[in-house]
């Protein structure tokens, strides 16, 4: 058992889980680093438990949280464990950020909510012309490949259903 300011909501109930704990607990850390915060400040660690086991709360996101970022992070948290990414998924989609900070093309400050789609939106212009990225939450056979159309400048997909 780890730490209540860390810990997922089904292990802070006691039931069943899987390694998608792991991943709630990435998406605190991750926030962590985003924002040089500590989770959850001002609360003891019993209060961060309730407010993440009963109130279903997470840490605010700070305006101007990447949206790319932001949404990384929102999934990790999904209350359904089915919308919360594999870690291969968390691993390619932070690569592709790297890339982009690395390529020095800019990055969209977040305003506002982020919608699905937007996590793509954001990486665009950071997506090589061969480049897929996979959408997590679907079986690696069923997960829907979007790219970016050298002759339109927008994302097609191979799969149409929703996003993440």
Not at 105 to 126: A, E, N, Y
């Amino acid at each position: 058992m780890g730490t209540y300011r860390w810990m997922a909501r089904e292990m802070i109930k006691e039931k069943p889980y899987t390694r998608k704990v792991d991943v709630y607990s990435f998406g605190i850390v991750l926030w962590e680093l985003t924002t040089a915060l500590h989770p959850f400040q001002g609360m003891t660690p019993v209060q961060a438990a309730f407010v993440v086991s009963e109130k279903n709360e997470q840490p605010a996101l700070p305006e101007n949280c990447q949206p790319a970022l932001a949404s990384l992070i929102k999934h990790c948290w999904s209350a359904n464990l089915s919308k919360r990414p594999e870690f291969n998924n968390i691993v390619a989609l932070l690569e592709k950020f790297d890339e982009c900070i690395k390529d020095g093309l800019p990055l969209p400050s977040h305003s506002g909510l982020v919608s699905r789609s937007m996590i793509l939106d954001c990486f665009k212009g950071c997506i090589s012309m061969s480049s897929s990225i996979p959408v997590y939450g679907w079986p690696e056979w069923q997960v829907p490949r979007y790219h970016i159309d050298r002759n339109v400048d927008s994302l097609s997909h191979t799969t149409v259903n929703h996003l993440i």
